[in-house]
Every structure is written in C-alpha cells, then in structure tokens.
C-alpha cells in the first residue's frame, strides 16, 4: 500500500492545477490506450525473459493502472478501496475448494466449478449471454481473441479429438489458400489466409501453449538473429541488397549459429 500510495501521489501532482497539461487531459479512455501499450512491451520482455526490463514493463503497467483508477477515485466512481475488495471476494468466491469445504480432484472438475460459479454471478448481475460467444471482447487483438472464441466453443463441446486432427485442417486451409491464391481473388486469398491462422491457433491450444507467447517468442528470435546479420553487414561494409541469395543464406546461417550460441 505505501508504495501505491507513492504512485498516487505523483499522479495527483502531476494532474493538479501547476502540474503537466498533458497528464491533466488524460481520460480512463486515453489512458487505456497507454496501459495497452505497456502491456504488449511487457509481453516482450517476459518473452525475451530479460528480467531488469521485466521489473521495469511491470513497473510502467502499474503506474497506467493506478493512473486509472485515481481518475475515477477524483469523479468519486469508486476507490481503491473497492476495487480490492471486489475482487477479492470474488477470487475467494470462486475458489471454494481452497476457503471452503469444496472437493475437486481433476482438471476437468475445477473448469466446470469455475464456470458454474461465474454462470451463476452472471445471472445474479443481470448479465444474460445469447451465446457462448457473448463473453469474448470485441476489442482483443485478433490472435488472442480467436483463441478465446476458440475456447468457448470448446466449452460447448466443438473440438477436435486430438492434435493430429487439427493438423489435418491445418493443412486443408492451406490447400484452400493455395486455390485462392490461383483464382486472383485478394478478398477470397485473404479470408482463406485467416482461416489457416485461426486453425493454428487451435494447434497451439491442444498442444497447451499460448499463440500470442509462441508469436512473441518467435519474433523475439528472428530479431535476434537478424541483427547479428545486420551487425556483420556493417562491418564489412556491404548492404544485404546487394548479395547474391547464395551469400545471403550464408549469412543468415552464422547469424543462427551465433544467436544460438549466446542462448546456449
């Protein structure tokens, strides 16, 4: 709390009369467009697991936070407070099997008392779902919200048996893209292109890893190694437009090579 308190007093001074015009202007609707910002940056230094930028993305998401709710703590919305008291009920309430007498022995078994309880306080606060669908944001970025499309329908009992199943439409959707890609349709090569991501979403969900954090990482590697390759470049003195494909796969693969060594 002392530290929060730290927090809120340099928002205070920052938004009163004498303090920054710009930090005074801000909205819970402006300021959420800065905390998504801090979120993805934190995102890439987990996934690049550099520990100091770690501390320091956290740092930057909570001051977003606390810049949020003393916005709301001036309209007199609610307080601090409140929030934490909201939701700790509501962690303590969905976790009968840890502060009640609830037994749950499987997986399977905690998923559906973790449903049943927020079915159930939906239909106290008046939230009624037309479908499965209603629960997932519009406003997620695409690759985390075909994931949690793909998640309710899941929870609806619309899944593959197994990996190898999806796999196969993995490689059915790209056959379609192919054909697509054939008849000159952009609209129709673009659609069918989703749909392969969307179908390898779902491989990352079955084989039970995240495909924003396997994107991330993924990125997060090419980067690396492309920067070594950009860091040979410079020093001899040569563009990498004016190397044959020959000598650009060359090196490339002493760019991999180092880049591995240093994760080694």
């Known amino acids: 709390m002392e530290t929060l308190e730290t927090l809120f007093a340099i928002i205070r001074t920052l938004r009163r009369e004498n303090g920054c015009a710009w930090d ?10 800065c905390l998504a910002e801090e979120t993805y940056e934190l995102e890439e230094a987990i996934a690049k697991q550099d520990m100091q930028n770690v501390c320091e993305e956290l740092g930057d998401v909570l001051f977003q936070l606390v810049f949020i709710l003393e916005i709301f703590q001036e309209r007199k919305a609610f307080m601090l407070s409140d929030v934490i008291e909201q939701v700790a009920k509501k962690m303590i309430r969905r976790h009968p099997h840890v502060y009640a007498d609830a ?70 959707e ?8 054939k008849t ?9 292109f989703g749909d392969i991501l969307f179908s390898l979403v779902n491989v990352a969900r079955v084989a039970k890893f995240h495909p924003e ?48 060594r240093q994760l080694s």
């Open 24 to 33: 005074r202007k801000q909205t819970p609707e402006t300021m959420w467009k």
């Open 103 to 172: 037994k749950v022995s499987t997986d399977q078994e905690l998923f559906l008392q973790w449903e049943a309880i927020k079915n159930c306080e939906n239909k106290e606060n008046g939230h009624k779902r037309i479908s499965a669908l209603d629960c997932v944001p519009k406003g997620m970025p695409s690759l985390i919200r075909a994931l949690k499309v793909s998640e309710c329908a899941v929870k609806e009992g619309f899944d593959w048996d197994n990996i190898h199943e999806v796999l196969d439409t993995v490689k059915d």
């Open 213 to 260: 954090t396997a994107l991330a990482s993924s990125t997060a590697k090419f980067e690396g190694r492309f920067r070594l390759m950009e860091k040979e470049l410079k020093k001899n003195k040569v563009r990498l437009k004016n190397l044959s494909k020959e000598q650009i796969d060359l090196l490339w693969t002493r760019a991999k090579k180092s880049y591995d």
């Open 174 to 181: 790209m056959n379609e893209f192919d054909a697509a890609l």
């Open 184 to 192: 000159g349709d952009q609209n129709e090569a673009a659609m069918e």
